[in-house]
């Protein structure tokens, strides 16, 4: 079945600075989605990507949906201690099975110590 | 309601016997998943409903498992015969389109002893 890649599993950041994500896949998506996930909560959408070569703020936070559809980014600047969590990647075709949203295993923001 | 809904929010269970786990979605939202998430894992599809439709089963991991939906609204996963490896939370989440991105409870964790 369809698989996402995402990068990196886990990085420390510093207050202030800017932390760069990014998901791959081997299929093309329709759309990409961008999750973050605080301990004992589910997931909570932060930016969808429509388009190919789309580009999203949201805030503090920039996306990109890949021109070849097969991978997309997120970076986030001038971090704060709250950024941290789980950050997931998801890509969603309407016309596949498992429900159309594939997860990446997610990307670990940890504040150094 | 205005969230998701997911009940109970833990749930210790002794190996073989059966569980219920239950799921209110966002009134209206015609659509609606479920995944489970084990440790450090990402999310892992079960099983996706819409409407009045059949319902997609293709994630389900064995014949251990079950889903429901009663009148277009609430949702009951059923696991039988609980074994240690069902140990995760299971995560419900509803949409209002297969178009836009999901709204997930806070979960179920499961714990299998």
């Known amino acids: 079945g369809q698989q996402l890649n995402q990068s990196p599993q886990s990085m420390f950041i510093q207050e202030g600075e800017d932390v760069s994500m990014n998901c791959t896949s081997s299929s093309i998506f329709n759309t990409w989605l961008w999750y973050k996930q605080d301990p004992g909560e589910g997931p909570v959408l932060l930016i969808a990507?429509?388009?190919?070569?789309e580009l999203t703020s949201n805030g503090r936070l920039t996306a990109q949906f890949g021109i070849t559809r097969k991978d997309s980014f997120l970076n986030i600047s001038a971090s704060i201690p709250s950024d941290v969590g789980i950050y997931f990647c998801?890509?969603?075709?309407?016309?596949?099975?498992?429900?159309?949203?594939?997860f990446g295993k997610g990307t670990k923001l940890s504040v150094k110590p | 309601g205005a969230g998701v809904s997911q009940s109970p929010s833990n749930k210790v269970t002794e190996k073989g016997k059966d569980v219920e786990l239950r799921c209110d979605p966002i009134s209206g939202h015609t659509a609606l998943y479920w995944y489970r998430q084990s440790l450090g894992q990402g999310l892992e599809f079960l099983i996706y409903?819409?409407?009045?439709?059949?319902?997609?089963k293709s994630g389900l991991p064995s014949d251990r498992f079950s889903a429901e939906r009663t009148g277009g609204s609430v949702s009951t996963l059923t696991i039988q015969r609980t074994q240690q490896e069902d140990s995760a939370v299971y995560l419900c989440?509803?949409?209002?389109?297969?178009?836009?991105?999901?709204?997930f409870g806070s979960g179920t964790r499961l714990t299998v002893v």
């Open positions: 998801a890509g969603m075709n309407y016309g596949g099975s498992q429900g159309n949203l594939i």
């Open positions: 409903f819409q409407g009045n439709s059949a319902p997609d």
């Open positions: 990507l429509y388009k190919a070569g």
């Open positions: 989440a509803s949409s209002q389109d297969r178009t836009y991105g999901y709204t």
